[in-house]
């Protein structure tokens, strides 16, 4: 089982990114999927969610308006669009994915570093 991200990188406060998340090794379509994040010396915080049927939804106020999360069951992987990026943006992104909301998340990705700076 494995979920790796990628799309990070270094990019201007005002700057767009796409991170991508691509899942191997389990049925992909019957899981939840979620994006979080974590900055230096900060606790990690859940960005944004989407179900098995695509509903997506942000969590986290400070990026409502800005990031938008999806997915492609036919790719098993999961999307987050991040848009006006700001310097407070920067973090380390996660996805992870559990079955139901009544479970612990099943399974993690290693991250993809974001970083927003001028």
């Known amino acids: 089982v494995q979920l790796v991200e990628s799309g990070g990188g270094l990019v201007q406060p005002g700057g767009s990114l796409r991170l991508s998340c691509a899942a191997t090794?389990?049925?992909?379509?019957?899981?939840?999927l979620s994006w979080y994040r974590q900055a230096p010396g900060k606790e990690r915080e859940l960005v944004a969610g989407v179900t098995s049927a695509g509903h997506g939804r942000i969590w986290l106020d400070s990026v409502k308006g800005r990031f938008t999360i999806s997915r492609d069951n036919a790719k098993n992987s999961v999307y987050l669009q991040m848009n006006s990026l700001k310097p407070e943006d920067t973090a380390l992104y996660y996805c992870?994915?559990?079955?139901?909301?009544?479970?612990?998340?099943?399974?993690w990705g290693q991250g993809t570093q974001v970083t927003v700076s001028s």
């Open positions: 090794g389990f049925t992909f379509s019957s899981y939840i």
């Open positions: 992870a994915a559990r079955r139901t909301t009544m479970q612990e998340y099943a399974y």
